[in-house]
T-cell receptor, first 114, second 116 residues
Framework: NAGVTQTPKFQVLKTGQSMTLQCAQD?????MSWYRQDPGMGLRLIHY???????DQGEVPNGYNVSRSTTEDFPLRLLSAAPSQTSVYFC?????????????FGSGTRLTVV | AQTVTQSQPEMSVQEAETVTLSCTYD???????LFWYKQPPSRQMILVIR??????QNATENRFSVNFQKAAKSFSLKISDSQLGDAAMYFC?????????????FGQGTTLQVKP
């Protein structure tokens, strides 16, 4: 089925480890983004991309890197995991970033940093 | 700064009855988009309904409808004939079309329980 695919679904990391959360979409969407969801805080934007080769920071970018080498893929890298990065992470895409299209979300990654 | 507030952390409704979830937002813009997303226990975020601020007509999708009060900055979701499958967390979200960030600003969420 067409949509946004996130891997892995669950991950446990030790403090200081690095890892990459994968995100791929097959809808030819220009806009992709990463959010984190924490209890009582809704979802907050980490990084976003308006097209291949273009990325920018969102609301809570510290500790995360992104790149967008293709339209389809938008991986999120945790450089040195910290317990404060324990969260559920969502990748989302949209045809573009300007008009009022709804987002298509991936199924999320639950990350625990111990 | 734009903010979205959902003042009801939890709500419950009897199956087949109607429930309304509240959402207010703060913005100085006149053109924007509003959304309701559903997050069931599976964690998947599902778009329920979408409203364009320049349209006065309230959006409707089957059993889901909104009451959009632009002057009051209110965007409530009404679920009619509630079903057990409606049990989920519901998020209200706001988006500015003029900003290239495409950023969705989310409320804190409302957990809806449906009683059989």
């Amino acid at each position: 089925n067409a949509g946004v695919t996130q891997t892995p679904k669950f991950q446990v990391l030790k403090t200081g480890q690095s890892m990459t959360l994968q995100c791929a979409q097959d809808m030819n969407h220009e806009y992709m983004s990463w959010y984190r969801q924490d209890p009582g805080m809704g979802l907050r934007l980490i990084h976003y991309s308006v097209g291949a080769g273009i990325t920018d920071q969102g609301e809570v970018p510290n500790g995360y890197n992104v790149s967008r080498s293709t339209t389809e893929d938008f991986p999120l890298r945790l450089l040195s995991a910290a317990p404060s990065q324990t969260s559920v992470y969502f990748c989302a895409s949209s045809p573009d970033g300007r008009r009022g299209y709804g987002y298509t979300f991936g199924s999320g990654t639950r990350l625990t940093v111990v | 700064a734009q903010t979205v507030t959902q003042s009801q952390p939890e709500m419950s409704v009897q199956e087949a009855e109607t429930v309304t979830l509240s959402c207010t937002y703060d913005t100085s813009e006149s053109d924007y988009y509003l959304f309701w997303y559903k997050q069931p226990p599976s964690r998947q975020m599902i778009l329920v309904i979408r409203q364009e601020a320049y349209k006065q007509q309230n959006a409707t999708e089957n059993r889901f409808s909104v009451n959009f009060q632009k002057a009051a900055k209110s965007f409530s979701l009404k679920i009619s004939d509630s079903q057990l499958g409606d049990a989920a967390m519901y998020f209200c979200a706001y988006r500015l079309p003029s900003s290239n960030t495409g950023k969705l600003i989310f409320g804190q969420g409302t957990t809806l329980q449906v009683k059989p």
